[in-house]
């Protein structure tokens, strides 16, 4: 069974910074891609960022490009979110995720995803 522990969210300051982290438990850690996600209150859930198994491509939502970085460490079946930069409307509660299927791409799809955490909040202060 995949189970999936965000940590590092927080109360933080407009302009700072933030690491997510997301340890997975299970097997082939390193064969799935793994992606971030977020829910603000009110609005739906929104993909923030996504990793490819291997770790060599990655994709952003345009809202967090350039202030955030996603990157795995396959030793330590780990995926981590570096929010750099950070908005008041980056307030959400940070969700990642595992790909049902194994050697796929950095894909933004919720429907690729299979597997999640339970959130970890993030808040931003003006």
């Known amino acids: 069974q995949v189970q999936l522990v965000e940590s590092g969210g927080g109360l933080v300051q407009a302009g700072g910074s933030l690491r997510l982290s997301c340890a997975a438990s299970?097997?082939?850690?390193?064969?799935?891609?793994m992606g971030w996600f977020r829910r603000a209150p009110g609005k739906e859930r929104e993909f923030v960022a996504a990793?490819?198994?291997?770790?060599?491509?990655?994709n952003y939502a345009d809202s967090v490009k350039g202030r955030f970085t996603i990157f795995r460490d396959n030793a330590k079946n780990t995926v981590y979110l570096q929010m750099n930069s950070l908005k008041p409307e980056d307030t959400a509660v940070y969700y990642c995720?595992?790909?049902?299927?194994?050697?796929?791409?950095?894909?933004?799809?919720?429907?690729?995803?299979?597997?999640w955490g339970q959130g970890t909040q993030v808040t931003v202060s003006p």
């Open positions: 299970g097997r082939a850690f390193s064969s799935y891609g």
């Open positions: 990793i490819n198994w291997s770790g060599a491509n990655r």
């Open positions: 995720a595992r790909t049902q299927s194994q050697y796929i791409g950095a894909t933004m799809g919720t429907y690729e995803y299979s597997y």
